[in-house]
């Protein structure tokens, strides 16, 4: 009898990060419930020892505290084993040298994932650009455990680690004050208050002003939102 491949569904936004538990440069995790309470940005790189990887742990490592600081923790993913992530690590630290980093130790967990298993089911091996290496995947999960976003890039592309951070405050602006980000927003950029949900609303909104709110029409408004403001958000319950 014929093999089947079991099919498994890409995860998607708004579903809740499928579970495992794995072996990483940081001991045992089991995913995501070790990490509930904080955002979680679980990112996979197509294999040890190779350039742009090499350049994105650099980075990641180098920004770790402005992560932990907007409450993320940081965990890699790659289709290696444990002794062949201790060893690219090490190399890392003692040899490269890039963007004027240099002597970088990375302290986040690197998972191993020899079974493929992890990445296939978050969708991060792709058979049009390879099936044995994981694409550059970034998911973004929030303290429920929740994905809330997803980028994909093919296996030539590095990231951009501003957009990456970009959207993490992005995403806790948004639950923390109620509003949507508009293009190109970055923190200290005017936000979007909800489209008005009925004709009274959107009425009152062009005939009345508040402080700080500017309607263009009754479903374009925006508010100002201070720096400081984005950076001590009230708690989301």
């Given amino acids: 009898m014929e093999n089947i491949e079991t099919i498994i569904p890409m995860p998607r936004i708004g579903d809740k990060a499928p579970e495992f538990n794995a072996v990483t440069t940081q001991g045992n995790i089991q995913f995501p419930t070790d990490y509930l309470g904080k955002w979680i940005i679980l990112f996979s790189h197509p294999a040890d020892f190779t350039p742009v990887c090499t350049s994105e742990f650099m980075t990641f490592a180098n920004m770790?505290?402005?992560?932990?600081?907007?409450?993320?923790?940081?965990?890699?993913?790659?289709?290696?084993?444990?002794?062949?992530?201790?060893?690219?690590?090490?190399?890392?630290?003692?040899?490269?040298?890039?963007?004027?980093?240099?002597?970088?130790?990375?302290?986040?967990?690197?998972?191993?994932?020899?079974?493929?298993?992890?990445?296939?089911?978050?969708?991060?091996?792709?058979?049009?650009?390879?099936?044995?290496?994981?694409?550059?995947?970034?998911?973004?999960?929030?303290?429920?455990?929740?994905?809330?976003?997803?980028?994909?890039?093919?296996?030539?592309?590095?990231?951009?680690?501003?957009?990456?951070?970009?959207?993490?405050?992005?995403?806790?602006?948004?639950?923390?004050?109620?509003?949507?980000?508009?293009?190109?927003?970055?923190?200290?950029d005017d936000v979007i208050v909800p489209t008005a949900g009925s004709c009274g609303v959107a009425r009152d909104r062009m005939e009345t002003k508040v402080e700080g709110v500017t309607c263009y029409d009754w479903f374009f408004c925006t508010k100002k939102l201070s720096i400081d403001q984005v950076n001590n958000p009230p708690k989301v319950k």
């Fill in 64 to 188: 770790q505290a402005e992560f932990a600081a907007v409450n993320t923790q940081l965990v890699g993913l790659s289709i290696d084993g444990l002794y062949s992530h201790i060893a690219w690590l090490r190399t890392i630290k003692e040899k490269i040298e890039f963007n004027g980093m240099k002597d970088i130790e990375v302290t986040f967990p690197l998972i191993e994932d020899i079974s493929m298993e992890i990445a296939k089911k978050y969708g991060m091996i792709q058979p049009g650009e390879s099936t044995t290496k994981a694409v550059r995947a970034v998911f973004f999960i929030d303290p429920k455990g929740v994905i809330r976003a997803m980028i994909y890039y093919p296996l030539s592309l590095g990231r951009n680690f501003n957009e990456i951070k970009r959207v993490i405050v992005a995403l806790q602006t948004a639950d923390a004050y109620s509003v949507a980000t508009p293009a190109n927003w970055n923190p200290g």
